[in-house]
T-cell receptor
Framework: DADVTQTPRNRITKTGKRIMLECSQT?????MYWYRQDPGLGLRLIYY???????NKGEISDGYSVSRQAQAKFSLSLESAIPNQTALYFC????FGYGEQFFGPGTRLTVL | QQQVKQSPQSLIVQKGGIPIINCAYE??????FPWYQQFPGKGPALLIA?????SEKKEGRFTISFNKSAKQFSLHIMDSQPGDSATYFC???????????FGAGTQVVVTP
């Protein structure tokens, strides 16, 4: 079984709809991250959480919100989706003091 | 404004060639420089990483060269194979901070 899972893997939605992307991990890591990937822009950090009670904005948090339901679960919400939020979204985890981040398989989101 | 600048955007080499990807950074507090490899439909995965106290690190056919004074580092893929065709991202962080800053990515294609 994969250590970091994301659901759904693909989603097509319409402008104005609320969308939730979910991430679960079995690595036992405290730190979790949400990124979006766009061609030519690399991976940009949306939100991150260093433990269950810690939530922080990344460089592109506008239009997004997150919830850390447990050590293993970190969800990303788009309250009112817009077309320029069409992208590939990745969840990642890491352990304190170590640089390596472990990525999930990604969610491809299309907003029409 | 990207804190890590990566070039080129794409690269095509023949099997056996040596693709070279370059990255530059500004923040002198960065102390961990990883490279991630991403295959289509997958999340990025750590390939190799270097700390600034060494100038070179090799793992198999992958080599990182690091120039602290120039604030630059590069990835060399020796004896490249078609299976190395992927997108490569450089990144940097201050380990006490924990957030990775990614470059824009380089798509490498190795032709048979």
């Amino acid at each position: 079984d994969a250590d970091v899972t994301q659901t759904p893997r693909n989603r097509i939605t319409k402008t104005g709809k609320r969308i939730m992307l979910e991430c679960s991990q079995t690595k036992g890591h405290d730190r979790m991250y949400w990124y979006r990937q766009d061609p030519g822009l690399g991976l940009r950090l949306i939100y991150y959480s260093f433990d269950v009670k810690d939530i922080n904005k990344g460089e592109i948090s506008d239009g997004y919100s997150v919830s850390r339901q447990a050590q293993a679960k970190f969800s990303l919400s788009l309250e009112s989706a817009i077309p320029n939020q069409t992208a590939l979204y990745f969840c990642a985890t890491s352990e304190f003091g170590y640089g390596e981040q472990f990525f999930g398989p990604g969610t491809r989101l299309t907003v029409l | 404004q990207q804190q890590v600048k990566q070039s080129p955007q794409s690269l095509i080499v023949q099997k056996g060639g040596i693709p070279i990807i370059n990255c530059a950074y500004e923040n002198t507090a960065f102390d961990y420089f990883p490279w991630y490899q991403q295959f289509p439909g997958k999340g990025p995965a750590l390939l190799i990483a270097i700390r600034p106290d060494v100038s070179e690190k090799k793992e198999g056919r992958f080599t990182i060269s690091f120039n602290k004074s120039a604030k630059q580092f590069s990835l060399h893929i020796m004896d490249s194979q078609p299976g190395d065709s992927a997108t490569y991202f450089c990144a940097a962080t201050d380990l006490s901070w924990g957030k990775l800053q990614f470059g824009a990515g380089t798509q490498v294609v190795v032709t048979p």
